[in-house]
């Protein structure tokens, strides 16, 4: 399968501990994007990459939030310092170049902050 | 208020029935996706549309630009259409990536 994969699928942390997730995307797709969805609600933005670079983020990136995608294949998202409030399925995403085309998802990462 | 509404929240129907799921924005966007979320979290691109209308098996998305409105469709629903289904406005504020969600309409068929 060439789907979008994420890892871990679960991670429970306790707060002020730091935590990384991976995603590697479709092979083909240059756009990767993060979004963060909490229960009940839909998905956020977080951020998004063209290739290696890093487009635009959200004002829900805070400072302890850092995103890469160092080589314009897989990314990490890093939480550091984490709180419960990060507790949250962290989804990602891929598409083609355009980023008008439909946007392939990941199984997500669910985070549970003790 | 928040960019994207769906209605409803919760829908209950029976297998067989015909349903419909709205969305409403209120930003200038590009396109709207409707997406498809089942337990556990993964999520299933749908539909993509700019204008008009588009088909896919038994599901059917319409948009119309000038009300900022769109439409999903099931016709002869079926218990494992039940999932949550998301509506997304694409290109919002001219982003380039950023996708505004609703909340979801969760969708139970009873057999």
């Known amino acids: 399968d060439t789907g979008v994969s994420q890892n871990p699928r679960h991670k429970i942390t306790k707060r002020g501990q730091n935590v990384t997730f991976r995603c590697d995307p479709i092979?083909?797709?240059?756009?990767l994007y993060w979004y963060r969805q909490t229960l009940g609600q839909g998905p956020e933005f977080l951020t998004y990459?063209?290739?290696?670079?890093?487009?635009?983020k959200s004002r829900l990136l805070s400072d302890r939030f850092s995103a890469e995608r160092p080589k314009g294949s897989f990314s990490t998202l890093e939480i550091q310092r984490t709180e419960q409030g990060d507790s949250a399925m962290y989804l990602c995403?891929?598409?083609?170049?355009?980023?008008?085309?439909?946007?392939?998802f990941g199984p997500g990462t669910r985070l549970l902050v003790l | 208020k928040n960019e994207v509404e769906q209605s409803p929240q919760n829908l209950t129907a029976q297998e067989g029935e015909f349903i419909t799921i709205n969305c409403s924005y209120s930003?200038?966007?590009?396109?709207l996706h409707w997406l498809q979320q089942h337990p556990g979290g993964g999520i299933v691109s749908l539909f993509m549309?700019?204008?008009g209308k588009k088909k896919h098996g038994r599901l059917i998305a319409t948009i119309n630009i000038q009300e900022k409105h769109s439409s999903l469709h099931i016709t002869a629903s079926h218990p494992r259409d039940s999932a949550v289904y998301i509506c997304?406005?694409?290109?919002?504020?001219?982003?380039?990536?950023?996708?505004?969600f609703g909340k979801g309409t969760k969708l139970s068929v009873k057999p």
């Open positions: 995403a891929s598409s083609t170049r355009t980023g008008e085309e439909t946007q392939y």
């Open positions: 092979s083909e797709h240059n756009r």
């Open positions: 990459f063209q290739n290696e670079a890093q487009l635009e």
């Open positions: 930003v200038g966007i590009s396109a």
């Open positions: 549309l700019s204008s």
């Open positions: 997304a406005a694409g290109g919002a504020g001219g982003s380039q990536g950023n996708l505004i």
